[in-house]
């Protein structure tokens, strides 16, 4: 199989190889500045006594695993996403982040939804997130904590 197929594959120029490297290297940067985000966020929740499960699996059409569930994945009353885009397909995340709220709030009818964003988002994409995301926070932790303290906690209790 291996000899059919080796006239098929192309060896890479030296531009294609540079250019997936640098989209490897962004990727695995995103990634990498989203797990610090989520620490940040993490660390202000503990810090106000919010009670959350991290990353816990919630089952609707299809499963899905927001970043924080308040208060637990047996009752959840809201969800927070934590994004960070680096600039590129802004459009076809908030696409993706839309059908994972309305997915979850058709299962969970009382579930508020918040979206925390950072890096660069394009206007259409904000818009969209806007129709659908209960809540959209642009890089602002003060306002998310206050936020999940006034609007999530009052309905938790």
Request: proline share 4%; hydrophobic share 45%; with cysteine.
């Amino acid at each position: 199989i291996l000899r059919t197929l080796t006239p098929l594959i192309k060896p890479l120029t030296l531009e294609e190889l540079k250019s997936r490297a640098t989209l490897f290297i962004t990727m695995s940067n995103s990634n990498s500045i989203g797990l610090k985000l989520e620490n940040e966020i993490e660390s202000l929740l503990k810090e106000n006594n919010v009670e959350f499960v991290k990353s816990a699996i919630l089952r609707c059409s299809i499963n899905h695993t927001p970043d924080f569930t308040i208060p637990n994945d047996k009752n959840p009353k809201a969800v927070i996403e934590v994004k960070f885009n680096s600039g590129r397909a802004s459009l076809a995340r908030a696409k993706e982040i839309a059908f994972t709220s309305m997915d979850l709030k058709t299962n969970f009818k009382d579930m508020i939804f918040i979206v925390f964003l950072r890096g660069k988002w394009t206007p259409s994409a904000e818009r969209l997130l806007r129709k659908w995301v209960d809540f959209v926070i642009e890089d602002d932790l003060n306002k998310l904590v206050e936020t999940v303290k006034f609007k999530i906690h009052n309905k938790i209790l």
